[in-house]
């Protein structure tokens, strides 16, 4: 590209990362989500077709992220590829129409994100805390049957239901237990697929 076509693109880039207002600063002077918002900005600056993105978000505070989601957005809106990796299972539900999990650089499923948590994991999610009454485990015990998987970590017992109905009557009147209702979703699948180990 020439001098001329870069300098053009310039001011409409620097409005797409939010920082049409720093077009002066130097670049020392940029917090750290602001730097992520240049290096997106600068990846654009040829207005590629394929733009491929490594951990876009990571160390970034809830609001750039979720500015950063919507650039990406608006990218694929306009129909450019983005090919990303990524940790947060919850930016790649959001993001991708198709997404591959590898563990230990082998790949172990692919599919949508509806298409992989239908496949690999019960609908409804039940976390149950123990808020220390130790009464969890007794707890698990005689409601294991209630679910169609438990998971123990720590102080909290993931019941992976399909009808979470009666399991969440017994919580209603369980004393000393927290817990939060959800809908699965592909953190659960990642972490069904490649287990709750750490990873060093």
């Not at 590629?48 to 500015?67: M, S």
Request: net charge negative; hydrophobic share 40%; glycine share 4%.
């Amino acid at each position: 590209m020439s001098d001329a076509e870069v300098k053009a693109r310039i001011p409409e880039l620097l409005e797409f990362a939010s920082l049409g207002s720093k077009a002066d600063a130097r670049i020392a002077t940029l917090s750290g989500g602001m730097k992520r918002r240049l290096t997106l900005a600068r990846a654009l600056v040829n207005n590629p077709d394929i733009v491929f993105l490594d951990e876009p978000t990571t160390g970034l505070d809830p609001q750039a992220r979720h500015l950063i989601w919507e650039r990406l957005k608006q990218l694929k809106s306009a129909g450019k590829t983005l090919i990303l990796t990524t940790h947060f299972m919850d930016e790649a539900e959001r993001l991708c129409d198709r997404l591959i999990v590898i563990d230990h650089g082998k790949k172990i499923t692919e599919g949508s994100p509806r298409q992989l948590i239908a496949e690999h994991i019960e609908p409804q999610v039940i976390e149950v805390f123990d808020e220390a009454s130790r009464n969890l485990p007794a707890f698990v015990e005689a409601n294991r049957h209630l679910a169609e998987r438990v998971e123990l970590s720590g102080e909290t017992a993931f019941f992976y239901c399909r009808e979470p109905q009666a399991l969440l009557a017994k919580l209603a009147a369980a004393e000393g237990l927290r817990y939060v209702h959800r809908a699965s979703n592909l953190e659960d699948v990642f972490i069904k697929l490649t287990g709750r180990e750490l990873r060093d």
